[in-house]
């Protein structure tokens, strides 16, 4: 399986009267985009505006953030069961409007969802600052129930990802990468003397507005399973997640997941990117015990020597990582888990809900309850009355001035447990 | 800042006034820098200077740890430092100790920063890491010139008052508090990069060590539930309306106690979940989900339990650190001791 991706670089984001790319500028016609939401029957309106990088601009409650990519050759289209039919994808060529984002939000539950900061000490923990970004408002028909509203928020994001990635479609790259995954046998017989290497992606999957999606299925009903790196690149996972901001993995992650990156970079040198395994979080033991069982079977199968395994949100999820880590290092094979902590604002406090002497190699992603200060903004984009709310934010975390006081979790993406960012902690 | 004041504490050894056959001797005070404290200046320049050495023999200090700590103090208050330096101690156990203790009084009692260096074995690394500034050092005096470099920029940014980074950056002991700092590789590749080393049987370093873990065994069983006195306790989050206590939707900074006195039944009008972990649509239609409060009246009418204690406990379990969560738990677990209540069932989420 092989796939190239083409990246054609967007350094600015403007409305304009056609929706187009031109000079690296994203131009997005307003009417015909927002028709093209308004199609949805549960929604009643869409406002969309605009953050760039270095702006003073907050965005809140933010849900998803989606990167915009189009299948220019190969089967199937990007994300599969939702904008384009169920088949497989990860061959061919993909085109991606790289440093552009759509970021849908939207009051689904009130606590879960998070901050993007355009500029200001926010804006260094989330990788969202970095990107001109369409921002999406959408309000909900009167009396739309939760989970209604949130599938309607998801398909916005895509479908409008889907919409500016087309715009690529007969653009020239400035740069291409190649990814290409062998056959188990093949890859043996290619590098015999390089550690196999697989990659173990948990899915959040706890349900109730906790779930993510794998062409179009429900990860919470599905068992553990291999699917090709680069399938992951043309949106065969998508995020449908009201989690807790800071640590769950956005469509964004999903179609950039860097570990699949790193370990593609070593592939051939100092490893054999051998496969990778997903797997979900579910809430029963009965579902942890069968999911982590398979999956330590999987790895065991394809004959690994180690595995990196990454995780989604906190808590609950650490018992699947631990049980993950301790079944798969009990096959002989050898881990390094990637997590982030809870350890009190204070950092003094146990990081992990669960532990184990097997998980002896662990890259964190920072500590979710340290606390934050960021300034005022100019400008909010949504609604900036749920900050007290949100998971980290407390009653007076937002003041007045239009300051904020809260904890890292409440930023978007900021300790990301696919490696996505540089933060640590010791 | 004019130049910073310094006071180093040696023992006998270093302070060249003699081996083990001086180790009795009780604190003194001499002016100026002595045997290491030659180094340390040296690497200080004209940003501090070595006012005093205080030195104390080991066996003397360990032996008469009190007396030794207060004249240790009076001598190192009297030069009114900006900052004090122990030791390096490397791995003489002894020296460790009173290195650690010395820097740990200077630090509580007078309130001025202090550095210590010593070997990762030495055993006042364990006793003193968690509040005192350790400097990982080699085990013996042949390391003293990187031991000097690694002390002195931390030494001379706690004088100032800088804000000190993680213990990755800033190169001292782990003190088990966890501070966020940016790596210069993202997550991922250092996954990658610790995987190979695991793999090739290489020396790799964990960014989180695995805490012992604490787990709790479960109570016996209750010999008879119709004799019992329950309680409800939940980290679900469920409070009256409008959340008077403003429980955190995550991290939680502390519990609420709820009158049941007459309530029956966990109303939409009248109960939600201030827990911001999971979706909220079905706790806030019927909170008896989360805190079965209708069926243990039932089960109170139909004499299945014994009765329903008057008071639930309630606070969010959502990334709340382990810590606090102990502490709630005893201060309820009191109450409910003093209420007479024989059972207790925890609902989570």
């Known amino acids: 399986m092989k796939l190239e991706v083409g990246y054609i670089p967007i350094r600015d984001i403007r409305f304009g009267p056609e929706s187009k790319v031109d000079n690296n500028v994203l131009y997005v016609n307003k009417r015909e985009l927002s028709a093209l939401i308004l199609a949805d029957e549960g929604i009643a309106s869409v406002a969309l505006d605009l953050a760039r990088p270095g702006e003073s601009v907050r965005i809140t409650p933010v849900k998803d953030v989606i990167e915009p990519r189009v299948k220019v050759s190969g089967t199937g289209g990007i994300f599969p069961g939702w904008c384009a039919k169920v088949r497989t994808v990860g061959e061919g060529k993909t085109h991606v409007l790289k440093g552009a984002a759509v970021v849908t939000t939207g009051k689904v539950v009130g606590f879960q969802e998070g901050i993007i900061d355009m500029s200001g000490e926010g804006a260094q923990y989330t990788p969202f600052s970095k990107l001109n970004s369409l921002v999406l408002v959408i309000q909900p028909k009167e009396g739309t129930e939760s989970h209604a509203y949130e599938k309607s928020l998801r398909l916005a994001g895509l479908k409008t990802a889907e919409y500016l990635g087309k715009l690529a479609e007969h653009l020239e790259p400035e740069e291409v990468h190649t990814y290409e995954t062998l056959s188990v046998t093949e890859g043996i017989k290619k590098y015999p003397e390089l550690p196999r290497v697989g990659y173990v992606l948990m899915l959040q999957s706890q349900g109730l507005l906790h779930d993510t999606y794998v062409y179009g299925v429900d990860a919470k009903q599905t068992l553990p399973t291999l699917i090709g790196p680069t399938e992951l690149m043309d949106g065969a996972i998508v995020s449908g997640n009201c989690v807790s901001a800071c640590d769950k993995n956005t469509t964004y992650h999903h179609l950039n997941n860097p570990v699949v990156e790193d370990l593609f970079s070593e592939h051939g040198k100092a490893l054999n990117f051998t496969g990778l395994i997903i797997t979900n979080e579910n809430v029963y033991l009965a579902d942890k015990e069968r999911s982590s069982d398979r999956t330590a079977e999987l790895c065991a199968y394809l004959g690994l020597d180690g595995v990196i395994i990454s995780q989604e949100g906190f808590g609950n999820p650490d018992a699947d990582l631990i049980m993950n880590c301790r079944k798969i290092e009990a096959k002989g094979i050898r881990t390094v888990i990637i997590t982030d902590e809870y350890a009190g604002q204070d950092g003094a406090s146990q990081s992990l809900a669960d532990a184990d002497a097997a998980a002896d190699a662990v890259v964190t992603g920072g500590n979710a309850n340290m606390v934050i200060h960021l300034p005022a903004m100019d400008r909010v984009i949504g609604s900036i009355d749920r900050v007290d709310h949100i998971a980290g934010g407390w009653s007076g975390s937002l003041k007045e001035d239009g300051t904020i006081t809260a904890e890292l979790q409440v930023i978007t993406g900021a300790t990301n447990e696919l490696g996505f960012n540089t933060l640590s902690a010791r | ?349």
């Open chain 2, 1 to 349: 800042m004019s130049q910073i004041k310094v006071v180093h504490y040696l023992n006998q050894f270093f302070a060249q006034v003699g081996g083990e056959e001086k180790a009795n001797i009780p604190p003194e005070i001499k002016e100026g820098p002595v045997g290491p404290g030659m180094a340390f200046q040296a690497a200080f320049q004209d940003q501090a200077k070595i006012v005093a050495t205080v030195l104390c023999g080991d066996s003397y200090f360990n032996e008469h740890t009190e007396e030794s700590v207060d004249a240790v103090l009076e001598m190192i208050r009297t030069q009114k430092p900006d900052l004090v330096i122990c030791g390096p101690a490397f791995n003489a156990g002894r020296y460790g100790v009173a290195c650690g203790t010395v820097a740990s009084a200077v630090k509580e009692k007078l309130g001025i920063p202090a550095v210590t260096g010593m070997y990762a074995e030495n055993p006042g690394v364990d006793l003193f890491k968690s509040g005192v500034y350790i400097v990982p050092t080699r085990d013996s005096a042949v390391g003293m010139r990187d031991a000097v470099a690694a002390m002195v920029p931390l030494a001379l940014k706690l004088a100032r008052g800088e804000s000190v980074g993680s213990s990755a950056e800033e190169g001292y002991i782990p003190m088990g508090i966890r501070k966020n700092f940016f790596e210069t590789k993202r997550g991922s590749r250092r996954a990658v990069d610790m995987l190979l080393k695991k793999l090739a049987g290489e020396p790799f370093e964990t960014e989180f060590p695995m805490p012992d873990f604490d787990r709790v065994p479960p109570n016996a069983a209750v010999v008879d539930m119709r004799k019992a006195k329950v309680a409800l306790v939940t980290s679900g989050g469920i409070v009256p309306k409008g959340n008077p206590d403003r429980i955190e939707s995550s991290s939680a900074s502390k519990y609420g106690k709820y009158d049941l006195e007459g309530v029956t039944d966990l109303t939409a009008e009248e109960y939600e979940t201030a827990h911001g972990g999971y979706d909220p649509t079905y706790a806030n239609e019927d909170a008896d989900r989360v805190l079965p409060v209708d069926m243990l009246r039932e089960f109170e009418k139909e004499g299945k339990i014994g009765s329903l204690s008057r008071y639930f406990y309630s606070t969010v379990g959502n990334g709340t650190a382990v810590a606090s969560s102990k502490k709630y738990a005893q201060e309820i677990s009191k109450e409910l001791v003093a209420d007479g209540v024989s059972a207790v069932i925890l609902t989570s989420t």
